[in-house]
Nanobody, 127 residues
């Protein structure tokens, strides 16, 4: 069974940057698509970005496109989310997840069939 642990969250001013990391253990990431989700206070969880394992292709929510970059290092069993030009509305708990590689972006970004979830890291953006 895979364990996912997020880190890198914190308090940042609007316009600033943060890099989230997700460390996986227990299983290799090779067979999984990896995604980041977030949940803001009082709001529903939303998919932020996903990256496939087979070809490294990526997908982003419109709200973060051009500002966030997802990446992975299978050799290190790590996934990253570089967040630039942060806005107050990016404030949320961010979760790292692993799901079936080869699923559609729609299913992955919807959180359907995700196999593992981390406990999250809080990102707070002050305006």
């Amino acid at each position: 069974e895979m364990q996912l642990v997020e880190s890198g969250g914190g308090l940042v001013q609007a316009g600033g940057s943060l890099r989230l990391s997700c460390a996986a253990s227990g299983e290799t990431l090779d067979d999984y698509a990896m995604c980041w989700f977030r949940q803001a206070p009082g709001k529903e969880r939303e998919g932020v970005s996903c990256i496939s394992s087979s070809d490294g292709s990526t997908y982003y929510a419109d709200s973060v496109k051009g500002r966030f970059t997802i990446s992975r290092d299978n050799a290190k069993n790590m996934v990253y989310l570089q967040m630039n030009s942060l806005k107050a509305e990016d404030t949320a708990v961010y979760y790292c997840t692993a799901g079936p590689d080869g699923s559609s972006w729609r299913r992955l970004m919807g959180g359907y069939g995700m196999d593992y979830w981390g406990k999250g890291t809080l990102v707070t953006v002050s305006s």
